[in-house]
């Protein structure tokens, strides 16, 4: 395995990524609403709402969480206890499906996009392996979405730690939970959907028809990393960290299964079920 082509071939995908306007604005527009608009606006009307039944009835939602969970939420207010719990624990999906959204997206188009464009012979004759060629194209695919999902989030900590933060006494975002969500959860989920969709990339006739493909096999793993990662905060660190490892067992054999799909003769569209 030769890691300079591997890095050569991300490159050259990521720099056409970054030239197109196309893919950066929406990314951006994406994670904006995600990450500031929609967490701001919730936050900030459950930190000041004043209605004393309303806030009543706010504190009564915190019974639903479990036990522990309940008890690891600082004391505070009604709101300022309730502020915690979403900030905390009900908006933590966000950090799984945006990068998801975004790294497939990118990985759809990127094989199948070499045989559109006519790039796929070039390809195909490079002396790097196919080997090589595929993790790079994983690079790049995945290199967008956890960018974005480490910029959304650093900009949602501000933005918990200076509404929530008054409320509890303290800034405390982003929480032991959400450090192993980011570095130890999300990057196998990645990893895992990618190794399915750049198989697709691989097989399929056009972008369009890679698009939609990838759009029906990755809700389902949309699903099941919302429910990992809910778990993964309910639960205490080393839950969070045997949910990791499980999804990167998972992914590295998926990622295993996902380079046989790359051959030189797909890339030059010359191959069985092509």
């Known amino acids: 395995m030769n890691w300079s082509r591997v890095r050569t071939v991300a490159r050259t995908d990521l720099k056409q990524l970054i030239e197109s306007k196309d893919f950066w604005l929406p990314m951006l527009i994406l994670g904006g609403i995600f990450f500031f608009i929609i967490p701001t606006s919730i936050l900030f009307a459950v930190t000041h709402v004043q209605d004393a039944h309303v806030v009543k009835q706010l504190s009564t939602t915190l019974q639903v969480l479990p036990q522990k969970t309940q008890a690891a939420i600082p004391h505070a207010s009604p709101a300022g206890r309730t502020s915690y719990a979403i900030a905390v624990f009900l908006l933590a999906p966000v950090a799984i499906v945006v990068p998801l959204t975004i790294s497939t997206a990118v990985g759809a188009a990127t094989l199948v996009g070499e045989r559109e464009r006519g790039t796929g012979e070039f390809l195909a004759h490079t002396p790097a392996d196919v080997r090589e060629i595929y993790l790079g194209k994983l690079l790049a695919s995945m290199i967008p979405g956890y960018l974005t999902t480490i910029g959304g989030v650093t900009v949602y900590s501000l ?50 028809a890679a698009q939609q493909a990838s759009g029906l096999v990755t ?56």
């Not at 982003?174 to 990893?191: C, D, K, S, Y």
């Not at 699903?223 to 839950?239: D, K, M, P, V």
């Open 159 to 208: 933005v918990v730690n200076l509404i929530v933060g008054p409320k509890i006494g303290h800034w405390f975002f982003p929480t032991r939970q959400w450090w192993i969500l980011m570095f130890w959860v999300v990057p196998p989920f990645l990893a895992l959907t990618l190794s399915i969709v750049l198989r697709l990339s691989a097989r399929v006739k056009s972008t369009a």
């Open 219 to 274: 809700l389902p793993l949309i699903g099941i990393a919302y429910s990992y990662s809910t778990g993964a905060l309910f639960g205490s660190a080393t839950i969070s960290f045997m949910f990791g490892l499980v999804a990167w067992t998972i992914a590295l054999a998926s990622l295993s299964r996902g380079m046989k799909a790359v051959s030189r003769q797909r890339l030059l569209g010359v191959a069985d079920g092509i």
